[in-house]
């Protein structure tokens, strides 16, 4: 898939979405390849990314964040620890 197929399929997703047309099967699929997208990215640039443009709100941003703890059995501290990863020494 290049960017251009891309684009057109979050458009099309981005339609259902606002339609509320996905079952909840079809969003955490698609959360799931956002993931492993957003991982290879992380990986191949070797530098933070940002995962969300700042239209997304605060709260969607957050509900995500807990849904993805809840997944994988993480507490906050765990969230911590791993966020804690990334920030250098000052």
């Known amino acids: 898939m290049n960017d251009a197929e891309a684009h057109a399929a979050i458009a099309a997703l981005e339609q259902g979405a606002g339609r509320g047309e996905l079952s909840p099967e079809s969003v955490c ?5 956002a993931a492993r997208l957003y991982t290879r990215a992380l990986e191949r640039a070797g530098e933070a990314l940002p995962a969300l443009p700042p239209d997304i709100s605060a709260t ?11 997944s994988q059995d993480l507490t906050p501290f765990e969230m911590a620890v791993w966020f804690s990863r990334g920030q250098r020494p000052t």
């Open 29 to 33: 699929a698609l959360v799931s390849a």
């Open 60 to 70: 969607d941003a957050l509900t995500l964040a807990c849904a993805l703890l809840r």
